[in-house]
């Protein structure tokens, strides 16, 4: 099955809808994302809609209702879950200022002492 993400004016996702695999193959067999795109185009209306991937083999993360599609890295990316985090240019994904502890535990951040505190 395909993902495609239908994002707003701002960038952000609103929607994300599953197609069969057959509306996504062209003349050639191969998987093609505007034929989904031209598929969600005729069936819900004109917008605009972006390929994901569960597997994160396309656009970094995959897309989920309030994530910005960033044009210039191609990638999804998760609301900022804390003011201190910041973001991973590279997996586009948030990172604490504290690496999580590595001892087995469950921890939960706490953005006013900056620290994980133990669950």
Not at 37 to 46: A, K, R, V
Not at 91 to 114: M, R
Request: proline share 3%; net charge negative; aromatic share 14%.
């Amino acid at each position: 099955m395909g993902h495609f993400a239908k994002i707003n004016e701002e960038n952000i996702v609103e929607e994300v809808i599953v197609v069969n695999n057959t509306v996504l193959l062209d003349e050639d067999g191969l998987e093609s994302e505007l034929k989904g795109q031209e598929f969600l185009n005729t069936t819900f209306g004109s917008a605009n809609w972006i390929q994901t991937s569960y597997n994160n083999i396309i656009r970094k993360n995959y897309a989920g209702i309030g994530y910005t599609y960033d044009l210039t890295k191609d990638a999804f990316i998760a609301p900022k879950p804390f003011t201190s985090w910041i973001l991973d240019e590279d997996t586009c994904q948030w990172k604490s200022p504290i690496d999580y502890p590595d001892d087995g535990k469950i921890y939960s951040w706490n953005e006013d002492n900056q620290s994980w505190d133990l669950l």
